[in-house]
């Protein structure tokens, strides 16, 4: 079975800063999709950035990009020049490809930016 | 246009009452997915349908019934509503064989 790992609950970052937060999983699969969604306080879930195992290039969006380690099961989300607008649950998620499964999240980082 | 959309966003109800959730989606996707995220933020699956038919089905008690009248929207009812039903209910679709899913709003469910 898939699980998710997240180890901080929380964290905090000054406005236009930097800011990793970290992920790992594990799986006995060699493809596979991994993804960090966003919840800011109005509930919404937002797809902020996704990452397929067979590609070895890590992904950008913009402010945020992944370090996608596949031997060490690691997949951290780094946001560069936090925004208050960035103050949000932070999830990393895994699923198969395919259909084959279904989409499972870690339980999440709060981050907090500050002014 | 909201692409995922949920019907209602806050729903307060009495223990035992029985209660449904409205999900409709104009993304064109064949397949549509209940979560449930309690109050520790955690998320986990419920339910995913298929062209209307169930496709995974975790291990959920029979209070709850996934419906779907089309492949546009899927339906939540939920029977004999208990203290520890409280919780945000997601819904989200994608196109199968897609791996990214787009979330609705979220309904936040207190049961009193």
């Known amino acids: 079975a898939q699980t998710v790992t997240q180890s901080q609950p929380e964290m905090s970052v000054q406005e236009a800063e930097t800011v990793t937060l970290s992920c790992t999983y594990d799986?006995?699969?060699?493809?596979?999709?991994l993804f960090w969604y966003k919840q800011p306080p109005s509930r919404q879930m937002i797809l902020v950035i996704r990452q397929e195992a067979y590609k070895q290039q890590n992904a950008t969006e913009n402010r945020f990009s992944v370090n996608f380690q596949k031997a060490a099961k690691s997949f951290s989300l780094k946001i560069s020049d936090s925004q208050l607008g960035d103050t949000a649950m932070y999830f990393c998620a895994f699923i198969l490809p395919g259909g084959q499964g279904n989409l499972i999240f870690g339980k999440g980082t709060k981050l907090s930016v500050k002014p | 246009d909201t692409a995922v959309s949920q019907t209602p966003k806050y729903l307060v109800t009495q223990m035992g009452n029985d209660k449904s959730i409205k999900c409709e989606q104009n993304l064109g996707h064949d397949t549509m997915y209940w979560y449930k995220q309690d109050s520790k933020k955690f998320l986990k699956i419920m339910f995913s349908?298929?062209?209307?038919?169930?496709?995974i089905n975790e291990t959920v008690p029979n209070r709850f019934s996934p419906k779907s009248p089309d492949k546009a929207h899927l339906n939540l009812h939920i029977n004999s509503l208990e203290l520890g039903d409280s919780a945000v209910y997601f819904c989200?679709?994608?196109?199968?064989?897609?791996?990214?899913?787009?979330f609705g709003p979220g309904t936040r469910l207190t049961v009193t």
């Open positions: 349908y298929n062209n209307k038919e169930l496709i």
């Open positions: 989200a679709s994608s196109q199968f064989r897609s791996n990214e899913q787009y």
């Open positions: 799986t006995s699969e060699s493809n596979y999709y």
